[in-house]
């Protein structure tokens, strides 16, 4: 509980206490669950408009990615990356323009981004040691090395959920990929050339 709240916390949401009778818990837990959604054209995105059964796929994902303030406002510059698997490209202009990606495949959501080239890392084996210990710094992300199609080896931060999440989830595991991102690079820096 303590974790989820921090998450909700780092995701830019405030807790409000309500008193309510008990027969209206039900509509406040709904009501609640329909504040978390960006808002489009002056209404409430429900939560339920993404449920179990109706999967995302890139398109419709990138479509609603579109109607959140960040994008709107300019703090997110979002694009689509035609591919042999298509995917969303994010680029987070408040935090020096970190590229975040996003891809759906098969059941799953993927969230990632680079952390690091391994050429940039001081002492390779150490550096692995530590983030291999690191599991608890780092909530609702892991890291991994992966070869680049331009045979570069980096490490890349990610995470992953199924892929028919909420798009409240879905922004969730963003801001907290992001977030983690900035702790990642702080806590490792001493490794870094």
């Not at 995105?45 to 300019?74: C, H, P």
């Not at 970190?98 to 993927?110: C, H, N, R």
């Amino acid at each position: 509980m303590k974790q989820m709240r921090a998450g909700l916390s780092a995701a830019g949401y405030v807790k409000h206490e309500a008193w309510v009778l008990p027969e209206n818990r039900s509509l406040l837990k709904q009501m609640e669950k329909q504040l978390r959604q960006p808002i489009k054209a002056g209404s409430i995105m429900s939560e339920n408009y993404m449920s179990a059964g109706n999967n995302w796929n890139i398109d419709r994902l990138f479509t609603a990615l579109q109607a959140l303030e960040e994008v709107a406002s300019k703090d997110i510059t979002l694009s689509l990356v035609q591919g042999s698997e298509s995917s969303i490209k994010l680029e987070m202009n408040d935090f020096g323009g970190l590229p975040i990606y996003i891809a759906v495949v098969g059941d799953q959501i993927i969230v990632d981004t680079v952390l690091v080239d391994i050429e940039s890392i001081t002492d390779v084996r150490t550096f692995n040691e530590a983030v291999l210990r690191s599991r608890e710094l780092f909530p609702l992300s892991s890291i991994g090395i992966e070869s680049m199609p331009n045979g570069q080896t980096v490490y890349n931060m990610f995470g992953a959920l199924s892929s028919d999440s909420s798009l409240t989830n879905v922004v969730t595991e963003v801001k907290t990929l992001v977030d983690n991102v900035h702790r990642a690079s702080e806590a490792f820096e001493h490794f870094f050339k």
